[in-house]
């Protein structure tokens, strides 16, 4: 369950120095208390005790040390003729200045991180889709070629299931320079869309997109952890601990909104509304009102104010028909009624802080 012991190995240990560059393995030897231990509680133990390296701790092995050579890789591997020993490989290495270098958002050259200007990746998801709304180019009855609506028979009845479809989307993902996490944006805004009109601007890039309500969805943010030397403003070396942080957003024309047809095997039956038999829910057969004691005995509370749709033989309807958006099946001639979903929260992507300053 927990690292017990460890100590230095010294065989394996490497070290190279080259033009700009130094380079530098050590080895220890690491002993858990359970063979199911896997390489995580090696990992988190070099992390969080004082006494081994982490990332980013400056190299000391033995009698050796360099303050700017930094660890950058903990590789742990178990011994194969034991099921509780390890051996750790921990790497070291400077930084080498003219390769790391980088550029603002205005394109200045600059060796800090922090002021990198924003990469930007894009991209195509292709995926499928249920196609709830398509265009017939076979006539059928009461609906001329190319009419947009639902996927149904020459009887009109729904298909179950309903076709599907190929779909496209553009990807956009951005890449910040961050002094921390922003575990606040993973945890709030991740799997949500856009609440109102957002526009994105890359300065370096020369890129502007903007996305109207419901177009972006906020698919992932992810990070990773970095350290390198910079100098500051009097000429000191200090090591810089930063992130890479991606947002990864995906755009769909139309938005991330859900549209279904109006549709069900149940019609409703409020006060008013038809009964299924002839006459009207909350009416005697001889047109006259019912009182409250009849209706709450033909309604009882609790029970759902719906009605099974039949067919013109009495049986039960075993398939869904479209709806006029008032809870009834819809006559031929009436439109199909759309209803809109939204299955996703919804903020101001403002808050990301995304865009350069104009």
């Known amino acids: 369950m927990a690292v017990v012991d460890f100590g230095l190995h010294w065989s394996g240990a490497t070290g190279s120095w080259e033009s700009g560059r130094r380079e530098y393995t050590a080895v220890y030897r690491v002993w858990t208390d359970d063979p199911l231990d896997g390489p995580i509680t090696i990992i988190l133990e ?11 701790s400056p190299f000391a092995y033995g009698n050796d040390g360099d303050a700017w050579a930094y660890c950058n890789k903990i590789d742990p591997q178990r011994e194969d003729r034991s099921s509780m020993l390890w051996m750790v490989v921990c790497t070291f290495a400077t930084i ?6 980088g550029r603002d958002k205005d394109g200045n050259p600059t060796d800090n991180p922090l002021e ?87 300065a370096f890039q020369q890129f502007t997109s903007t996305f109207f309500r419901h177009e972006a969805k906020l698919q992932n943010i992810g990070g990773s952890f970095n350290a390198r030397i910079v100098q500051d403003e009097d000429g000191r070396q200090q090591l810089l601990r930063y992130y890479k942080v991606a947002y990864e957003i995906h755009q769909r024309d139309g938005g991330w909104i859900e549209e279904v047809p109006d549709r069900g095997l149940q019609a409703r039956a409020k006060l008013g509304d038809p009964d299924g038999r002839g006459g009207t829910v909350g009416f005697k057969a001889d047109g006259s ?3 409250n004691e009849e209706m709450a005995a033909a309604y009882p509370s609790g029970v759902p104010q719906v009605r099974v749709l039949k067919d013109a033989w009495g049986e039960n309807l075993r398939e ?3 709806f006029n958006g008032q ?14 979903y939204r299955t996703l929260k919804e903020f101001p992507f403002d808050a990301l802080n995304l865009s350069d300053p104009t």
């Open 289 to 291: 009102a019912m009182d």
């Open 116 to 202: 990198f200007h924003s990469e930007l990746e894009i991209s195509k998801a292709q995926y499928q889709r249920v196609a709830e709304r398509v265009w017939n180019l076979t006539a059928l009855p009461g609906r001329p070629v190319n009419t947009a609506g639902p996927a149904t028979n020459s009887a009109g009845v729904l298909f179950d299931p309903p076709p599907m479809r190929d779909d496209s989307h553009l990807v956009l993902r951005i890449t910040k320079y961050m002094d921390h996490f922003p575990e606040d944006h993973a945890r709030q805004y991740c799997d949500g869309i856009n609440s109102k009109k957002f526009t994105l601007h890359l």
């Open 320 to 322: 869904p028909v479209l």
């Open 96 to 101: 080498d200045k003219e390769k790391e270098q």
């Open 327 to 340: 809870g009834q099946p819809k006559a031929d001639a009436d439109p199909v009624f759309w209803i809109k």
């Open 46 to 56: 070099f992390q969080s005790n004082p006494l081994l390296p982490s990332l980013g």
